[in-house]
């Protein structure tokens, strides 16, 4: 009985360290493969045709508005980091190249356009004239379409910014991990 019990402990340790061995394996060619992925060069699909249609929403309620960025490579987002700091004008972002959304196509800025082309970035101005700041309007209307809004951070409010994280930190976006392009 006690050889029995034994040869089952050896097999069941065999087979236990057959699977951990597979498992890491994958683990780790699943990482390689993570790492590997090229990193967009583009608005993401859906955040490209949410941004579309935020602007046609918006001009339905008499909001014209534009879309100031979208995606942002690694060598934009460093001139933007740079500013303020290295570089003349005031600090504008504190996510440095690989931090901010735009860098993975995920995230869009806005701004109000005026009727002689200007734009504006007046967060209580009432363009359409129905007691609402047209910022706010934007905002809730990019919220409806999917988007999170930068404006409802606690720590930096960040008006202009519409992001879609479809649920993946930056250090996910950062380890390669990629939203799919579909809408579920």
Known sequence: MKHAKTAFTILFLLLLGGFLF???QREIEFREELESRPLPDSLHPIVAEKSRELVEEAEEIGIDIVITDGFRSFEEQDALHQQGRTSGGNIVTYAEPGESYHNYGLAIDFALKLDDGSVVWDIERDGNGNGRSD???VAEIGKDLGFDWGGDWN???DYPHLEMTFG?????L???WRPEDTME
């Open 155 to 157: 720590r930096f409010k």
């Open 174 to 176: 950062q380890q390669g």
């Open 22 to 24: 597979i498992w890491i």
């Open 168 to 172: 993946l930190s930056i250090r996910e």
């Open 135 to 137: 910022w706010f309007e």
